[in-house]
């Protein structure tokens, strides 16, 4: 708590002296931060490999196997994973 206000003032006074600057170009937009966070693509197929359900996670691929176990008419299938 004490480092939080500590920064906070010193931000503060930065800010008074005009010494605190933010360069607009350098800001990251939410398309990159997701894209640093990374995650997982997947795509279920079932038993005859037709796509019976499709998503994207954060986790990895034991999560999309898991999605796929339980998506519905997907049973007997098989699943692909793909990192982003």
């Known amino acids: ?3 939080s206000i500590f920064m906070t ?3 503060i006074t930065m800010k008074k002296l005009s010494k605190l600057k933010i360069n607009p170009d350098r800001l990251m937009r939410n398309e990159e ?3 640093l966070k990374g995650g997982v693509n997947c795509v279920c197929t079932d038993s005859h490999g037709n796509i019976c359900a499709a998503g994207s996670d954060y986790g990895d691929c034991s999560t999309c ?3 796929c176990s ?3 008419g997907c049973s007997g299938g098989g699943f692909i994973c793909s990192h982003y």
Do not use: G, Y
């Open 1 to 3: 708590m004490m480092n």
């Open 9 to 11: 003032n010193i931000l």
């Open 33 to 35: 931060l997701i894209t």
């Open 70 to 72: 339980v998506a519905p």
């Open 65 to 67: 196997e898991m999605m």
